[in-house]
């Protein structure tokens, strides 16, 4: 199974998956406890969706306190997942920006794991993937009016269902992230007209038959 986030890219996968590309990060049991928490990860996806951030821009973002959010900087950056951004810094402002493009858990032993830090921990940052993907559609849901009909027309929310193998899913699912990748190097300035950043999240998982 795969999980992706616009911000952070947290897919969970088997062990003999391919190897992550250099600026991924793989989890191992420290950094994941380190990374499963609600605040924390929006203010992970925050730096990677948006850019470098100081922690009063993003309590402004996120509607939490600057000192909530500077407290769980310091902590990602224990665990280097953020970092200091010395080219926006200056005086007293500290500048944030994310170490990687993304996150990959390793493996599904975290999900079986004799530890039940771990398997707690996975399972918080499973759910609160989850959450914000279900609020992610609610205020597109929410704001849809206010966008032109081009986008409401560009627009997908679908479902699909088929009988397949794990082989062939996984074949599938690596095909479907090929695609997308692929329309990073299309991707356009800000400066461009009628631009938006779009959001594309991918759910693949069986279904029990009952």
């Known amino acids: ?15 003999n998956e391919e190897p992550a590309p250099d600026d991924v990060r793989v989890l191992d049991p420290r950094s994941l406890r380190g990374l499963a928490h609600p605040l924390r990860m929006r203010l992970l996806s925050a730096l990677r969706e948006y850019g470098p951030a100081t922690a009063s821009q993003l309590a402004d973002r996120l509607g939490e306190s600057s000192g909530a959010t500077s407290y769980h900087l310091r902590q990602l ?12 810094g ?16 390793g493996s599904d032993r975290f999900l079986t794991s ?9 399972n918080t940052l499973l759910h609160e993937w989850a959450t914000i993907h279900g609020q992610d559609l609610s205020t597109w ?3 849809m009016h206010d966008w032109p009909s081009a986008w409401r027309g560009a627009s997908d929310i ?19 992230h090929e695609l997308i990748e692929s329309y990073r ?4 300035g800000q400066d461009v007209e009628n631009s938006a950043r779009v959001r594309v999240h991918l759910h693949a998982f069986p279904r ?3």
């Open 208 to 210: 029990d038959e009952d």
């Open 141 to 143: 849901f929410s704001t």
């Open 1 to 15: 199974m795969q999980l992706s986030l616009c911000m952070l890219r947290l897919p969970l996968m088997a062990e």
């Open 158 to 176: 679908s479902d699909f269902s088929m009988r397949l193998t794990p082989e062939l899913a996984r074949e599938m699912r690596d095909k479907v």
């Open 185 to 188: 190097e299309k991707e356009v």
């Open 114 to 122: 004799p530890d039940p830090s771990v398997r707690g921990a996975i």
């Open 77 to 88: 950056a224990a665990h280097g997942f953020v970092k200091d951004d010395p080219e926006r």
């Open 90 to 105: 200056k005086g007293r402002e500290r500048w944030w920006k994310a170490a990687q493009r993304g996150v990959r858990v």
